[in-house]
């Protein structure tokens, strides 16, 4: 289990927990059919401090937590959402792109924890996200597959990536501890009597007044969250002035 703070590693499971299921299976279109063949499968249950799903940041935790996820396919284009709360009441939308699903899972966060406020104890609130793609072939198309995999295909399958996205989040958090990275609101007016940039060097896109940004503490340069989790995952050094921050995993 993980907590997600930019300025410590805890495994204390203090928060709001989220349980995160990636899954990618091909199956046959034939509704009778029970047989399917799993590409990609991961679970993991992060702990998001309570404030900090009502905070500015929860956009910024959820974008991390799905990146560290490693999910095998684009969200950026048409998504199909549904959503299932403690009354059983459903959702559903189709949301335009990743940052529409980001904004989406915080505001159905931030309803979990209202509705846990007025009716329930806090400690039972809980949030199980799936993001699922499926494939769908031809009875025939799919038997020829399914014939051709090893009777333990899926069981390894989910070993795998169960096993990858283990060691993604163990480099998470031993970059927590080695990397001093704290989020700042990102204000122009502070950055025009300096050498600090107001974009992000990595994915080049400019920062707009308000958004908030991670800033290495020792060179005090700022890029997105994720950007900078990407890149430091890979190369322990500042991507605008190159310093070493830390040894690579």
């Given at each position: 289990?993980?907590?997600?703070?930019?300025?410590?590693?805890?495994r204390?499971?203090?928060?709001?927990?989220?349980?995160?299921?990636?899954?990618?299976?091909?199956?046959?279109?034939?509704?009778?059919?029970?047989?399917?063949?799993?590409?990609?499968?991961?679970?993991?249950?992060?702990?998001?401090?309570?404030?900090?799903?009502?905070?500015?940041?929860?956009?910024?935790?959820i974008?991390?937590?799905?990146?560290?996820?490693?999910?095998?396919f684009?969200?950026?284009?048409?998504?199909?959402?549904?959503?299932?709360?403690?009354?059983?009441?459903?959702?559903?939308?189709?949301?335009?792109?990743?940052?529409?699903?980001?904004?989406?899972?915080?505001?159905?966060?931030?309803?979990?924890?209202?509705?846990?406020?007025?009716?329930i104890?806090?400690?039972?609130?809980?949030?199980?996200?799936?993001?699922?793609?499926?494939t769908?072939?031809?009875?025939?198309?799919?038997?020829?597959?399914?014939?051709?995999?090893?009777?333990?295909?899926?069981?390894?399958?989910?070993?795998?990536?169960?096993?990858?996205?283990?060691?993604?989040?163990?480099?998470?958090?031993?970059?927590?501890?080695?990397?001093?990275?704290?989020?700042?609101?990102?204000?122009?007016?502070?950055?025009?009597?300096?050498?600090?940039?107001?974009?992000?060097?990595?994915?080049?896109?400019?920062?707009?007044?308000?958004?908030?940004?991670?800033?290495?503490?020792?060179?005090?340069?700022?890029?997105h969250?994720?950007?900078?989790?990407?890149?430091?995952?890979?190369?322990?050094?500042?991507?605008?002035?190159?310093?070493?921050?830390?040894?690579?995993?």
């Amino acid at each position: 289990m993980c907590e997600l703070d930019m300025n410590k590693t805890s495994r204390d499971t203090v928060g709001f927990p989220l349980k995160v299921t990636v899954l990618v299976k091909r199956r046959s279109s034939k509704l009778t059919s029970s047989s399917y063949l799993i590409d990609h499968k991961a679970e993991y249950v992060f702990w998001i401090p309570y404030d900090d799903i009502l905070s500015d940041d929860a956009s910024d935790i959820i974008s991390k937590i799905i990146f560290l996820m490693n999910v095998p396919f684009s969200l950026d284009h048409k998504l199909k959402w549904k959503g299932v709360t403690y009354r059983d009441v459903a959702t559903i939308a189709t949301l335009e792109n990743k940052d529409k699903l980001i904004s989406k899972i915080v505001e159905f966060a931030r309803n979990m924890l209202d509705y846990a406020a007025l009716n329930i104890s806090s400690e039972s609130t809980y949030m199980v996200l799936g993001i699922t793609k499926i494939t769908y072939f031809s009875q025939t198309e799919f038997m020829e597959i399914y014939n051709n995999m090893s009777e333990d295909y899926n069981r390894k399958t989910w070993e795998r990536t169960l096993g990858e996205v283990n060691s993604r989040i163990a480099k998470f958090e031993a970059l927590q501890k080695e990397v001093r990275i704290k989020k700042m609101r990102f204000e122009a007016k502070k950055f025009e009597d300096s050498d600090l940039l107001d974009m992000c060097s990595i994915c080049r896109e400019e920062f707009f007044t308000g958004c908030i940004v991670s800033c290495i503490n020792q060179c005090s340069h700022v890029y997105h969250g994720v950007c900078i989790l990407e890149w430091l995952l890979k190369d322990r050094s500042c991507p605008y002035c190159r310093s070493e921050l830390g040894q690579k995993i």
